[in-house]
């Protein structure tokens, strides 16, 4: 398993700031994901945080918006840029493990923009 | 490319009585499946997870699920309700290992008493 710790939980942002989030693990990690839960709804998948190169995005789902750094097997961020109120949404992190095994998720970051 | 169906995005169930979720997924290839719940204000908690093992999988907090090829289905059920089962229930799939995952909408359970 993994223990997952993101930061900060919550936070409330003016229109316009950018929010960076952090996920830490406490073990190595194959692999590592960010989602967005908007209100209401399901999770989508943003990018596959790739250690020491570009995350791959999904579509719909730009570097320039969602900048994502990992630098290491434990660590990743995700920068929400120049944000909107449509930008409100649960920020999930999520780690693979190893081969064959399930996807942990953090606790989440709790994001309003106002 | 992958993708799941959840039939009720609300479901509401006496205490003790049979929880059915139900989730068809639609992939070209054969699949991972899963089902994960989240309590209010946390994260997603893995309940099973099928993995062309067997087709009937047990799962945590008595929980399985049942893959079923010819239906493309992979419905969740619990025989008997707790109150401390009422979360929102999510099924997802993915073509690989790796957590890539794609997402149901939920569905969102209430357990009266």
Not at chain 1, 44 to 64: C, K, P, R
Request: charge should be neutral; charged fraction near 15%.
């Amino acid at each position: 398993s993994a223990v997952i710790s993101q930061k900060p939980s919550r936070d409330i942002c003016q229109r316009g700031t950018s929010l960076t989030i952090q996920c830490q693990v406490d073990s190595q990690v194959t692999m590592m994901f960010w989602y967005r839960q908007q209100p209401g709804q399901s999770l989508t998948l943003i990018a596959t945080a790739n250690q020491g190169s570009e995350a791959t995005y999904e579509s719909g789902f730009v570097i320039d918006k969602f900048p994502i750094s990992r630098p290491n097997l434990t660590f990743s961020t995700l920068t929400v840029s120049n944000m909107s109120p449509e930008d409100s949404s649960i920020y999930l992190c999520s780690v693979v493990t190893d081969l064959n095994t399930e996807a942990f998720f953090g606790q989440g970051t709790r994001l309003t923009v106002v | 490319a992958q993708s799941v169906t959840q039939l009720g995005s609300h479901v509401s169930v006496s205490e003790g009585a049979l929880v059915l979720l139900r989730c068809n997924y639609s992939s070209s290839v054969p699949p991972y499946l899963f089902w994960y719940v989240q309590y209010p204000n946390q994260g997603l908690q893995l309940l099973l997870k099928y993995t062309s093992a067997a087709t009937l999988v047990k799962g945590i907090n008595g929980f399985e699920a049942e893959f079923k090829k010819s239906e493309t289905s992979f419905h969740l059920t619990k025989p008997s309700a707790h109150m401390s089962d009422a979360a929102e229930y999510f099924c997802a799939v993915s073509d690989g290992p790796w957590g890539k995952l794609q997402f149901g909408a939920g569905t969102q359970v209430v357990v009266t008493p």
